[in-house]
């Protein structure tokens, strides 16, 4: 397997624009999780799914943040409008089962908003 | 709230010395534990994960951690530090319900030859 698949790698947006990051897991994982990654911050959880439903979304920042998984093998993270503090790596990953399960991380999307 | 505690940004150590890394974690009830490893410009990698099954867990690259209760802790440890260990180590909980995971703040590990 390829393992967890992002992109871009990098995106440079001004801001104000829609940024859209996008993620395959792996074939057969049953749950997706994002995460964003800051030196300030560290690294924190978005929102994760379980059999494509998002379970818990309670680490998106705003309303300007928006996830999405149509199918298995798909989801994306949204941002709209983008602003620089939104500024970070974000994180794909997948797992057999859940938070208890391994996780196995995608490269990241090193996102700058200027 | 349920935390993770990692003391130490940066940890350095000489090649072939003790590698330690500490985490703390707080919860009411033992959580699942995990120890990631995250080499530069990479996505984290699963290092051991604690499931209750023993207090002593070995993982990957000859690393490995103890669970200790009554302290509340799950520190990292490898008897002879290489080069390659160099990294950024995180350590993470589910807490109690294990409908959350909470992730420290990180350390980063220096070899010096």
């Known amino acids: 397997d390829a393992g967890v698949i992002q992109s871009p790698r990098h995106e440079v947006t001004e801001m104000g624009q829609e940024v859209t990051l996008r993620c395959k897991p792996i074939?057969?994982?049953?749950?997706l999780f994002w995460y964003r990654q800051t030196m300030m911050r560290g690294l924190e959880l978005l929102i994760y799914?379980?059999?494509?439903?998002?379970?818990?979304d309670s680490g998106m920042p705003e309303d300007r943040f928006s996830a999405k998984m149509p199918n298995a093998s798909f989801s994306t993270l949204k941002i709209q409008p983008s602003e620089p503090r939104d500024s970070a790596v974000y994180f794909c990953?997948?797992?057999?089962?859940?938070?208890?399960?391994?996780?196995?991380f995608g490269p990241g999307t090193r996102l700058t908003v200027t | 709230a349920q935390s993770v505690t990692q003391l130490g940004s940066h940890v350095s150590v000489s090649e072939g010395a003790l590698v330690l890394l500490r985490c703390n974690y707080s919860s009411s009830v033992p959580p699942y534990l995990f120890w990631y490893v995250q080499y530069p410009n990479q996505g984290l990698q699963l290092l051991l994960k604690y499931t209750s099954a023993a207090t002593l867990v070995k993982g990957i690259n000859g690393f490995e951690a103890e669970f200790k209760k009554s302290e509340t802790s799950f520190h990292l440890t490898k008897p002879s530090a290489h080069m390659s260990d160099a990294a950024e180590y995180f350590c993470a909980s589910t807490g109690s319900s294990a409908s959350k995971i909470i992730f420290g703040s990180g350390t980063r590990l220096s070899i010096r030859p």
């Open positions: 990953a997948s797992s057999l089962v859940g938070l208890v399960d391994e996780q196995y």
């Open positions: 799914f379980n059999n494509n439903v998002p379970i818990d």
């Open positions: 074939s057969g994982h049953n749950s």
